[in-house]
């Protein structure tokens, strides 16, 4: 099992910025791809960033490249999303999720999902 603990959510102004964290514990965290994901009010889930277990290689939605940042640290067993020039449509619930061995965009890929943590940016 691995445990997931979201962070860093908030009430932000649009071009405002903050930045989730992702605690695992319970498995060797190195081991695992990584993902955010967000749900906002009466929509799908839908994929945010990925990153490998490296951290060498990350993928972004469109909706957020060159505006969010996916890292990680893995002496530190945490996923980290910076998000920049934040826009009223990034309202959701954002989950982190951990993928053993392969990066992926699809959230069925995902074994592992933490509780997730509310962004809210207001216009």
């Known amino acids: 099992q691995v445990q997931l603990v979201e962070s860093g959510g908030g009430l932000v102004q649009a071009g405002g910025s903050l930045r989730l964290s992702c605690a695992a514990s319970?498995?060797?965290?190195?081991?695992?791809?990584m993902a955010w994901f967000r749900q906002a009010l009466g929509k799908e889930r839908e994929f945010v960033a990925a990153i490998s277990r490296s951290g060498t290689s990350t993928n972004y939605a469109d909706s957020v490249k060159g505006r969010f940042t996916i890292s990680r640290d893995n002496a530190k067993n945490t996923v980290y999303l910076q998000m920049n020039s934040l826009k009223p449509e990034d309202t959701a619930v954002y989950y982190c999720?951990?993928?053993?061995?392969?990066?992926?965009?699809?959230?069925?890929?995902?074994?592992?999902w933490g509780q997730g943590t509310q962004v809210t940016v207001s216009s």
């Open positions: 999720a951990a993928n053993f061995l392969s990066i992926s965009n699809g959230p069925t890929s995902y074994d592992y």
């Open positions: 319970g498995r060797t965290f190195s081991n695992y791809a």
